[in-house]
């Protein structure tokens, strides 16, 4: 598992658990990785790896979401030729393949009980039996294992072994979620753009404008430093000149006026649901109110773009010029509302 991404980040949060992982590296103990999708679980794994003692060894991994329940076992443990239909030879499994170095099990909350228990054999005494075999195989392995998931929590559900959990937890390693960070967002947006820029053939890096920068600050980031550098990547390549710096971000790649209707539309209100009367309904956000267009006009085109800036300004002013608030006046999205405010000129009007 040989990875190009390299641990990049400056904040106290994230070194603290890059330094945690570094000290747990030299022990031949199982560790497990706790962290949002996105937070780079896999790197802390592959640095758990490669700091041991067992480096040279193999480095193996198995997304124990990626099978179904009836595969999972035989891919973990291995099977013997006619274990079951489809078996036609013998085949070892990723605890044999792991032999002398490291057992990466991303995703582990969604292993079965069934899983759980044979897993928990071959961590507490070392060695594993292939499905179909009567004699159990010795291995020599280090368990590393990550989720999204709170362990614990699923223990008092019944949803997880507690002495599973009592045996590989020697170590936990949470990652903290990007927007915790503080500061790291630059850094990485910085490097994925270089990056970018590079494989593109740029004669330079322009960097961000400070609007866009203060744009890629703002936003949540569910998914994380996948997420970043998606979002990164793709403003880079969609920027038309190299020499200005880059000012247009789209989180959503799929935002388009044209994408496909949802497939399940939200719910009608019911007939007996009482419509509020304009007076009273409640002022949740505020409205935008520009004059009525003409009824007629001699360039339709012109008279649509008129209204819509004349909308755009009233709306700013309304929300006192913050573009988050008037794009939730306005029920548009925060890239949808910028687009709109730069065809118009208004991007940087102020009150």
């Known amino acids: 598992m040989e990875r190009e991404a390299q641990f990049i980040g400056q904040s106290l949060a994230f070194l603290d658990s890059v330094e945690r992982a570094s000290r747990a590296a030299s022990l031949n103990r199982p560790v497990l990785v706790i962290g949002e999708r996105g937070t780079g679980k896999e790197l802390v794994a592959e640095r758990l790896h490669r700091l041991s003692q067992r480096w040279d060894g193999p480095l193996v991994t198995l997304n124990c979401a990626a099978l179904p329940e009836t595969l999972i076992e035989a891919e973990l443990f291995g099977h013997e030729a006619g274990a079951f239909t489809?078996?036609?030879?013998?085949?070892?499994?990723?605890?044999?393949?792991?032999h002398g170095g490291t057992l990466f099990l991303d995703e582990l909350a969604t292993l079965s009980m069934g899983a759980q228990?044979?897993?928990?054999?071959?961590?507490?005494?070392?060695?594993?039996?292939?499905?179909?075999?009567?004699?159990?195989?010795?291995?020599?392995?280090?368990?590393?294992?990550?989720?999204?998931?709170?362990?614990?929590?699923?223990?008092?559900?019944?949803?997880?072994?507690?002495?599973?959990?009592?045996?590989?937890?020697?170590?936990?390693?949470?990652?903290?979620?990007?927007?915790?960070?503080?500061?790291?967002?630059?850094?990485?947006?910085?490097?994925?753009?270089?990056?970018?820029?590079?494989e593109l053939g740029w004669p330079h890096w322009p960097g961000f404008s400070a609007g866009a920068s203060i744009t890629l600050i703002e936003h949540p980031?569910?998914?994380?430093?996948?997420?970043?550098?998606?979002?990164?990547?793709?403003?880079?390549?969609?920027?038309?000149?190299?020499?200005?710096?880059?000012?247009?971000?789209q989180f959503d790649p799929f935002e388009s006026p044209w994408r496909p209707a949802t497939?399940?539309?939200?719910?009608?209100?019911?007939?007996?649901?009482?419509?509020?009367?304009?007076?009273?309904?409640?002022?949740?956000?505020?409205?935008?109110?520009?004059?009525?267009?003409?009824?007629?006009?001699?360039?339709?085109?012109?008279?649509v773009l008129t209204y819509e800036k004349m909308l755009l300004e009233d709306a700013l002013r309304r929300c006192r010029f913050n573009q988050r608030a008037t794009a939730l006046a306005l029920k548009l999205s925060y890239d949808q509302l910028r687009h709109a405010l730069r065809r118009h000129d208004l991007l940087d009007r102020q009150a």
């Open 86 to 98: 489809g078996a036609t030879k013998a085949r070892a499994g990723r605890f044999e393949e792991a």
């Open 221 to 249: 980031w569910p998914g994380n430093v996948r997420e970043l550098r998606n979002v990164v990547e793709r403003a880079v390549y969609r920027w038309d000149d190299p020499e200005r710096p880059i000012d247009d971000i």
């Open 117 to 198: 228990e044979r897993l928990l054999r071959a961590v507490e005494y070392g060695e594993v039996t292939r499905i179909g075999a009567s004699r159990p195989v010795r291995v020599d392995v280090r368990i590393v294992a990550a989720t999204n998931e709170h362990l614990p929590d699923l223990v008092e559900r019944g949803r997880f072994r507690a002495d599973l959990l009592d045996r590989l937890s020697f170590e936990v390693i949470t990652l903290p979620p990007l927007r915790v960070r503080e500061g790291d967002v630059q850094v990485l947006a910085d490097h994925f753009g270089r990056r970018m820029a590079s």
């Open 263 to 303: 497939a399940s539309p939200p719910p009608a209100a019911t007939s007996s649901a009482v419509t509020a009367s304009p007076e009273k309904a409640s002022p949740a956000a505020p409205q935008a109110s520009a004059p009525a267009p003409t009824s007629s006009c001699d360039d339709f085109r012109t008279a």
